[in-house]
């Protein structure tokens, strides 16, 4: 089947994400997880690329993106993704194909899902019960959000645009649990 570029718009926001095949294994141990952390730490740029969130789960991933230039999103993720299952087939002995097919896209298309979008992505290790708190999870940059940790992609000023300090956003996150109408609100946004 020939590949089919999606249109992707300098200055939008997208949710990227996708599945290890069979809903397998994507990340192995914690260097795994170190290693695509440290991979888009050295593409994002290069692609104008905007980290704003993600997640890195043991069998799927999350990723809000903003395309800060003409340079589509999908070459990063490529270019990301082809790097870590290369050496991740290489250090596991492995081959074959490792995700559920080409990584999958949703534009948010409104500003005010965005913060919806984020919490949705740092709440989803606690949905998935392999933790209880989301900054019990590493592998996600909640605690960037929460000011816990310096940024380990970007800037971080995603944040402080959107909430006054650390702590409200904490505030907002948990109060997903008393407030569960937000997940209804994104759900043209979120995993289909």
């Known amino acids: 089947m020939p590949y089919r570029e999606s249109v992707f718009t300098s200055g939008h926001y ?22 695509l952390l440290e991979l888009a730490g050295r593409y994002y740029r290069r692609y104008g690329v905007r980290v704003i969130a993600y ?27 082809n790097a870590y299952v290369q ?21 948010i298309d409104r500003e005010e899902y965005l913060l919806h979008l984020c919490r949705y992505i740092h709440l989803n290790p606690v949905q998935a019960k392999l933790i209880l708190r989301p900054e019990d999870w590493p592998y996600s940059n909640y605690l960037e959000f929460i000011g816990r940790r310096s940024c380990v992609l970007g800037e971080g000023s995603f944040i402080s645009e959107h909430f006054l300090t650390p702590e409200s956003y904490h505030r907002f996150v948990q109060g997903y649990q008393e407030n569960d109408q937000a997940n209804g609100l994104i759900g043209d946004y979120v995993w289909d």
């Open 55 to 81: 997640c890195l789960m043991p069998s799927h991933y999350h990723f809000l993106l903003c395309q800060e230039t003409d340079e589509p999103l999908s070459k990063f993720i490529n270019a990301l993704f």
């Open 87 to 107: 050496a991740v087939n290489n250090q596991q002995n492995r081959s074959g194909t490792m995700f559920e097919g080409r990584f999958r896209h949703k534009w």
């Open 14 to 35: 997208y949710h990227i994400y996708n599945r290890g095949a069979g809903k397998g294994r994507l990340f192995f141990n914690p260097g795994n997880y170190h290693y």
